[in-house]
C-alpha cells in the first residue's frame, strides 16, 4: 500500500491532516496571491489553535455552523478547525446572495453563521445579521476576516475518532426551486479525494491551484489529495485570469484547471502570446462540472503543449470518474476518464436492464464515494433506485475499454417528432465551428414537432457571427442526420451562467426563446 493510500484511509479528515504533518512538515500546503504561506505542520498547528479559539465562542462537537468564506488561506483554517471539533459544517458559496443564502439558513437552521465581514466591497456582516433575524431561531452571526480566534490547546476535548457521522451539509445549487441538502461524512469525501488523487497521479513535487470556490464540493476533493499526495497549493482569492496565470508562472504551478470555462480562459491568455508557454511549468489542466467538448482538449494540447485530463462529478458524489494523464489522447478527448476507485458504474436503459457496453442509458452507481442522503429524506425516493445505485439523471455509456463517456442529461434530451436528440451531441459538434465561442442547445416547445431544437450561440468574433446556413452545413458535414440538425440558431452576447463552475443555465434560454414562434 502506497503512503498515499494509507493515509486516505486515516478514519477522519482531521487525522489525515496530522498524519501529512507529521510526515511532511516543512513542505508549503498553502500559498495565496499574496505570497503568505504555511506548511503543513504549521497549518496543523494553526488549525488546532483555531479550533480552541472557537471552542471558546460556544463551537464544540455536533455544532452546526454555516460558513461563507472566500477562497483564502483562512477559510481552509476554519473548515479543518470545525473537523478538528467534530462540528457539523456547512459550506456556502461565497457568491451567493440573500435570495440563496436565505433558503440555505431556513433548512440549515444552523446554531452558528460565519461569514468575512466585509469583503470586496460587500458588507457579508450585515447581510448575515439580517437574515439571521428572519428566522424564527436566529444563529449567532461570527464575522471572521484574517484574524482567526485563537485559545488555550489545553481546552480542547479529543479529535473524533469516527468518520462515519455526518459532518458536512453540502446544498445543491437550486435553479428553479430550493436547494437540496446533501449529506456527507469525512469518510465520503475521503473516498473522494482517494479517487481523484489515483487518477491524476500527483507527487510531492507538484504545485496545484484552486483559484474555484473553496466552499464547492470540489474544494475537499482537491485538498483531500493535497493531503494524501504531499503536494501544495496556490489559492486565488478572486480569479482574474492573466493575474492568476502571471502568480502561476512564478510560484511554478504544475496543474491548474477547474472547469471548462476555466479551460477555455487559460486558453484565451495563451492565445495572447502563442508560441510561448504561458505557464512554463504547467504539465496538466483538470476539472469537471461541466461538459468538456473533444475539440478542447485537442486546442490545448496544441497551442498549450500540455494535457486536459476532465473528470466527473457532483455535490452527491464529489469524484466518480476520471481521466488520467497516462490516458490516450483519444481517451482524454472523447471520454470523462474511468470509474474512480470506491465508484461502481453500471449504465440503466430506459427499460431498466442493464445496458451491454457502448449502450446508452443512465449513469448509476454506489459505494463509498456516495453521500448518505439528503436532509428531507423524501427526497432519497427518487435518488436511490430499488436496489440502492444513486441515480445521477445523466446519461452515458460504458465503453469496452472502460472509460465513461456522458451523452446528456436525462431533462436534456429533446424530443423531436418522437425523435430522441442528444443535446451534448450537437454542442460537441457546433463547438468546433471556428466562428462558435460557446454553445448552448436547447428543446422548446412546438405544436407540430413537439419540441423544436434550437441552437443559443455566443459567437468567436460579435461582428462576424455563424449564420444559419453555415450552422446547418456543419452539421451536415460533420455526418447529423437532418432530424437533428438544429431548426433556430439565437446568436446572444454572452449564455446565462452560475457563479461557481459557470455552467450554463438552460433554464434560462428555455425561458427567453421558449415562448418564441
Not at 470586496?120 to 480566534?149: C, H, I, N, Y
Amino acid at each position: 500500500m502506497t503512503v498515499a493510500r494509507k493515509l486516505l484511509e486515516a478514519p477522519t479528515i482531521w487525522e489525515l491532516v496530522r498524519r501529512r504533518a507529521e510526515l511532511s512538515p516543512d513542505v508549503a500546503m498553502l500559498i495565496d496571491t499574496d505570497r503568505r504561506r504555511l506548511t503543513f505542520a504549521e497549518f496543523a498547528d494553526r488549525a488546532e489553535q483555531v479550533a480552541a479559539g472557537l471552542l471558546s465562542l460556544g463551537i464544540g462537537p455536533g455544532t452546526t455552523v454555516t460558513w461563507q468564506l472566500p477562497t483564502r488561506i483562512e477559510s481552509v483554517l476554519v473548515s479543518m478547525a470545525l473537523a478538528r471539533l467534530g462540528a457539523v459544517q456547512n459550506p456556502v458559496l461565497h457568491l451567493y446572495r440573500e435570495r440563496e443564502v436565505g433558503a440555505v439558513l431556513r433548512q440549515s437552521k444552523p446554531d452558528f453563521f460565519v461569514v468575512p465581514g466585509v469583503w470586496k466591497d460587500r458588507d457579508f456582516g450585515a447581510m448575515a445579521k439580517q437574515l439571521a433575524s428572519e428566522l424564527g431561531r436566529a444563529p449567532t452571526v461570527l464575522e471572521l476576516g484574517l484574524d482567526l480566534p485563537t485559545g488555550d490547546l489545553a481546552s480542547l476535548p479529543a479529535a473524533p475518532a469516527s468518520g462515519t457521522e455526518i459532518r458536512w451539509v453540502y446544498y445543491t445549487s437550486g435553479t428553479t426551486s430550493e436547494p437540496k441538502g446533501v449529506q456527507h461524512t469525512d469518510q465520503t469525501l475521503m473516498a473522494g479525494g482517494r479517487g481523484l488523487g489515483a487518477a491524476l497521479d500527483m507527487s510531492a513535487d507538484d504545485i496545484g491551484s484552486i483559484a474555484f470556490p473553496y466552499s464547492h464540493i470540489a474544494g475537499p476533493d482537491y485538498m483531500l489529495m493535497m493531503l494524501a499526495a504531499g503536494f501544495g497549493a496556490v489559492l486565488v482569492e478572486a480569479f482574474v485570469p492573466a493575474d492568476a496565470v502571471q502568480t502561476f508562472r512564478e510560484l511554478g504551478v504544475t496543474m491548474c484547471g477547474g472547469s471548462t470555462a476555466f479551460y477555455q480562459m487559460y486558453l484565451a491568455e495563451q492565445r495572447k502570446q502563442p508560441g510561448e508557454p504561458l505557464i512554463p511549468s504547467l504539465r496538466i489542466m483538470s476539472g469537471g462540472g461541466a461538459a468538456k467538448p473533444p475539440e478542447l482538449f485537442y486546442d490545448v494540447a496544441k497551442e498549450m503543449g500540455v494535457r486536459l485530463v476532465h473528470g466527473y462529478g457532483m455535490t452527491e458524489v464529489p469524484m466518480m470518474a476520471m481521466g488520467s494523464p497516462h490516458d490516450t489522447d483519444e481517451q482524454l478527448a472523447y471520454t470523462d476518464g474511468k470509474p474512480v476507485v470506491g465508484a461502481e458504474i453500471r449504465i440503466v436503459k430506459e427499460d431498466g436492464t442493464v445496458a451491454a457496453p457502448d449502450e446508452e442509458g443512465e449513469v448509476r452507481l454506489r459505494g463509498p464515494v456516495v453521500c448518505v442522503g439528503y436532509t428531507d429524506p423524501a427526497a432519497n425516493e427518487a435518488a436511490f433506485d430499488s436496489e440502492g445505485w444513486f441515480r445521477t439523471g445523466d446519461l452515458g455509456v460504458l465503453r469496452p475499454d472502460g472509460h465513461l463517456r456522458l451523452t446528456g442529461r436525462l431533462k436534456d434530451v429533446i424530443i423531436r417528432k418522437g425523435e430522441n436528440i442528444s443535446a451534448r451531441e450537437l454542442e460537441d459538434v457546433l463547438f468546433s465551428h471556428p466562428k462558435v465561442s460557446e454553445v448552448a442547445v436547447i428543446g422548446v416547445p412546438d405544436a407540430e414537432r413537439g419540441e423544436m431544437v434550437v441552437a443559443v450561440v455566443e459567437p468567436a468574433s460579435p461582428g462576424d457571427p455563424v449564420s444559419f446556413d453555415e450552422m446547418v452545413a456543419w452539421c451536415r458535414d460533420a455526418g447529423l442526420m437532418m432530424q437533428k440538425i438544429p431548426e433556430r440558431l439565437e446568436v446572444v452576447d454572452a449564455l446565462p451562467r452560475n457563479e461557481t463552475l459557470n455552467k450554463v443555465l438552460k433554464f434560462k434560454l428555455r425561458e427567453q426563446f421558449g415562448s418564441v414562434s
